[in-house]
């Protein structure tokens, strides 16, 4: 997940749905993108240990909850400077 990117996207959608939404999550069920999709690959991307894509299940959900933190964070700190 790139960062800055999703700061982008959230951007946009703070823009164009904020008279509409009155309540914003910034990532919809982090543990299964993390666990699921890089854990035990039964989610996309399908990256793990022994899975056809590659991957490593001791180390790749860590980084991808990592930056999904630091994602949520960017987001976070968007929405309370310009949107609140």
């Not at 951007?11 to 299964?32: A, C, H, M």
């Amino acid at each position: 997940m790139d960062r800055e990117d999703y700061k982008n996207y959230a951007e946009l959608l703070f823009q164009r749905f904020g008279d509409r939404v009155k309540f914003w999550i910034t990532l919809n069920q982090p543990y299964s993108l993390a666990s699921k999709g890089y854990g035990d690959g039964s989610y996309p991307p399908g990256r793990c240990t022994g899975c056809e894509f590659g991957g490593d299940s001791g180390t790749e959900p860590y980084i991808v909850g990592h930056n999904q933190l630091l994602a949520h964070a960017k987001v976070v700190a968007l929405y309370r400077k310009r949107y609140q």
